[in-house]
């Protein structure tokens, strides 16, 4: 996710690394329960980042990669298409979407929500043993309150 006017993550507010790691956990369940097909997530947390020409000290942002594994490989399709209808109706704008240029010509959705400072990209891996979507969500840029300097985990 990026300001339209530049490459720099849009300001997402005053938290603690904490704080906004459990809100972008959050925004992942909610994609989870678009998704609408029965499967299991993995097991990840979120991370921290730094935020481009900003003090890392102070201001971080947030990422939470994923995947999704469908009961039945032929679900993958289905938990696709769900996504790229259900983002839209949930404040999600979708930026991109199509094959990606790999050898695999994997289906891939960028959307952005603009009211939660947050974006997604999901990759449709066919051909992967077993079948899934590669989910990573990120936040905008955080600052840490005053005080306070960026918690890495």
């Not at 678009?34 to 980042?49: E, M, T």
Request: charged content about 25%; some cysteine; glycine content about 8%.
């Amino acid at each position: 996710m990026t300001d339209k006017e530049s490459d720099e993550a849009p300001f997402a507010g005053t938290s603690t690394s904490s704080d906004a790691s459990d809100a972008l956990e959050k925004v992942s369940s909610g994609i989870y329960d678009l998704i609408g097909v029965k499967g299991r997530a993995s097991d990840s947390r979120p991370g921290v980042s730094e935020c481009s020409g900003k003090d890392p000290k102070t201001h971080f942002s947030v990422f939470h990669p994923w995947s999704f594994y469908p009961a039945s490989a032929s679900d993958l399709d289905v938990a696709m298409e769900r996504l790229k209808s259900a983002l839209p109706q949930n404040g999600w704008k979708i930026v991109e979407y199509g094959s990606d240029n790999s050898k695999n010509e994997n289906t891939t959705l960028i959307a952005d929500h603009d009211g939660k400072k947050t974006g997604v990209k999901i990759t449709q891996r066919t051909r992967n043993d077993p079948p899934k979507l590669s989910i990573e969500v990120v936040s905008g840029c955080y600052k840490v309150p005053e005080g306070q300097t960026v918690e890495r985990f």
